[in-house]
């Protein structure tokens, strides 16, 4: 069962983001990628502005979520 907001989710949402990224780079390519606003939100709530490859996403996110 997939859980709304994973990591997973999240994951797929940034595919082919050039690393280092930051936060509006993932939000620009998320976005690109075509992820509703709720995966957007996840992103702007990453504690972190700045990722050098999707491990510091993944981190971020699960320190926020």
């Given at each position: 069962?997939a859980i709304k907001g994973s990591a997973a989710e999240l994951e797929k949402y940034l595919k082919g983001v050039d690393y ?46």
């Open positions: 069962m280092p990224a930051s936060k509006s780079d993932l939000i620009s390519k998320a976005r690109s990628n075509g992820a509703p606003s709720e995966v957007i939100d996840m992103i702007n709530s990453l504690m972190e502005d700045h990722f050098n490859s999707p491990v510091d996403v993944a981190k971020a996110f699960g320190e926020t979520h």
